[in-house]
């Protein structure tokens, strides 16, 4: 009987053997490859049932029992190996510990792939090769959302596939949501977050800049120009046209926002006019108005008394910073820097600097006017203050506080913001998409913060940009954008470079031996 179940041992693993070849090797057969697998094992199960006596012999000797024990602690230990490594993947961590987190993609990055609520696919068109400078940069967005899936396709390899997507070049990006589709052929952050913007969003927002009384030009490249602002706004999917409100009298109705941006000469009546009934129609206003910088500079009434209608008081002082934060950018007192900003959804997480160059100070009015409640978006330190003796300083730059002429000692409003909505307005939108209706006002003492000479200071096109995403209801987009990575790398004069190839190669090696003679003769 025992030479029976011995025969029976071998013929078991003859049919696991013979199941695992053709698995491997005739995977057409694939189905026989299981049943004689499932015969094996059997055969093999009976033998084992057949030796019990042994086997139970075997477990209750001494070496039996210390053999179940180092069994069982190795089963233990891989089992705690194979749990620690499926939490692993199930809940993985990263951290980013470069100097500008150049790995890690950016708050508004963030946001917006976090509210994505139907599956977003990434098609990157580029030589095989090229793949994975592409999949380092696509991973975080993997990363940060579910939703997100990438394919990679070689053009080279799959032409049909290529010309399908009328794809003209390597290195082409597709984004498919929800049955939109957009591209880019860029492989930063900030371009693949705006074509995410773009897809997503599903059409363009109109922003619209007055014209006509010196304000800034969206499509001048000049310092004092708003170009780089007019490219910021394309690239978040946002239209960029300019209105000169005394030829048509009327804020067009697809107008997301309207921006009135540092006008040297006052509105008419029937311009203002435009705006108040463009603001019933739960319309939205950037409104800067920058303080006149000398005699000959007019004032600007009418659009003063319109900010107070909204509950802003405009002066005609001048906010100087005697905090000295403005030697960290290179500017003067007449530079306020603001560094912490009040609770507003326009600086949620807002923690970089911002500069605002010859900006009046504005002052909220305590109980609002008409119903029109302001609230503080950003503020000068407290060192701060607001200067009413604008001549002195333009003509010395040396100004003191004295608040017997009319100065106003910090923390003084440089931008302040107003949300409403009318008492017959509905509590909720008609739809869960649509925005809240409501009117929503943006008032600034400065206009150069945005402009293309300033713009590049800390987080200066971060606050405009915020402001316009709350102006036009698109909350998403209000974060800090990517920041391109910084240049690392270490400059060396020739004498610093051979002062480092003696060090390596001669004076440490040399102090090596030399410890090593001195230990060998002290123990001889």
Not at 68 to 91: E, P
Not at 98 to 107: F, P, R
Not at 156 to 178: E, H, M, R, S, W
Not at 434 to 459: L, Y
């Amino acid at each position: 009987m025992t030479r029976i179940f011995n025969l029976i041992s071998w013929l078991g693993i003859a049919l696991v053997v013979g199941a695992v070849g053709i698995r491997f090797g005739v995977p057409a057969q694939e189905k026989y490859a299981t049943y004689l697998a499932w015969a094996g094992l059997a055969s093999i199960l009976v033998y084992i049932l057949s030796q019990w006596r042994e086997i139970w012999g075997f477990f209750g000797s001494r070496s039996g029992r210390y053999g179940t024990l180092a069994a069982s602690s190795l089963l233990i230990v891989l089992g705690i190996l194979v749990a620690v490594n499926y939490i692993g993947r199930k809940q993985n961590k990263r951290w980013d510990l470069t100097a500008s987190a150049q790995y890690s993609l950016s708050d508004q990055s963030r946001s917006v792939v976090q509210k994505l609520d139907a599956p977003l696919t990434v098609m990157v068109f580029a030589q095989e090769p090229q793949f994975q400078g592409y999949r380092d940069r696509l991973k975080e967005y993997a990363y940060a959302s579910k939703n997100i899936t990438a394919e990679y396709v070689d053009p080279d390899k799959k032409p049909l596939v290529a010309q399908q997507n009328k794809v003209q070049q390597y290195g082409t990006l597709i984004f498919n949501y929800k049955g939109r589709s957009e591209r880019t052929t860029a492989n930063t952050e900030q371009d693949i977050t705006n074509t995410i913007i773009k897809v997503v969003s599903g059409q363009v927002k109109k922003v619209y800049f007055t014209q006509g009384h010196g304000e800034r030009d969206p499509n001048s490249g000049e310092r004092d120009g708003y170009q780089a602002i007019n490219t910021a706004l394309t690239n978040e999917n946002y239209g960029v046209e300019k209105i000169v409100l005394a030829q048509t009298s009327k804020v067009p109705d697809d107008a997301s926002a309207l921006i009135i941006a540092g006008p040297k000469t006052d509105f008419f009546g029937p311009e203002l006019d435009a705006v108040k009934a463009y603001l019933e129609r739960n319309g939205k206003l950037l409104l800067m108005l920058d303080p006149p910088v000398n005699a000959s500079a007019p004032e600007l009434p009418t659009l003063i008394a319109f900010a107070h209608e909204w509950g802003v008081d405009v002066s005609s002082s001048i906010i100087v910073d005697g905090s000295g934060m403005g030697r960290l950018i290179g500017a003067d007192a007449s530079v306020p820097i603001a560094a912490n900003y009040p609770s507003h959804p326009i600086t949620e997480r807002f923690t970089v600097l911002t500069a605002y160059p010859l900006s009046r100070g504005l002052t909220i009015v305590q109980g609002g006017v008409n119903g029109h409640s302001a609230v503080a978006v950003v503020e000068s330190s407290p060192q701060s203050w607001a200067e009413a003796d604008v001549k002195a300083l333009m003509s010395s730059g040396e100004v003191t506080l004295d608040e017997a002429k009319g100065d106003k000692p910090g923390p003084v409003t440089i931008v302040a913001a107003i949300a409403y909505a009318k008492p017959d307005a509905p509590a909720t939108p008609p739809t869960p998409d649509a925005p809240k209706p409501e009117t929503r006002v943006v008032i600034s003492g400065d206009s150069d913060f945005a402009s293309n000479g300033v713009m590049g200071i800390q987080g200066n096109k971060d606050m405009f940009m915020n402001t316009i995403g709350w102006l036009s209801q698109q909350e998403n987009l209000i974060s800090i954008r990517a920041k391109e990575a910084s240049d690392r790398r270490l400059t060396l004069t020739a004498t610093q470079q051979s002062n480092i190839i003696w060090l390596a190669l001669l004076i440490v090696p040399g102090l090596v031996f030399a410890a090593g003679i001195y230990s060998w003769t002290r123990r001889r």
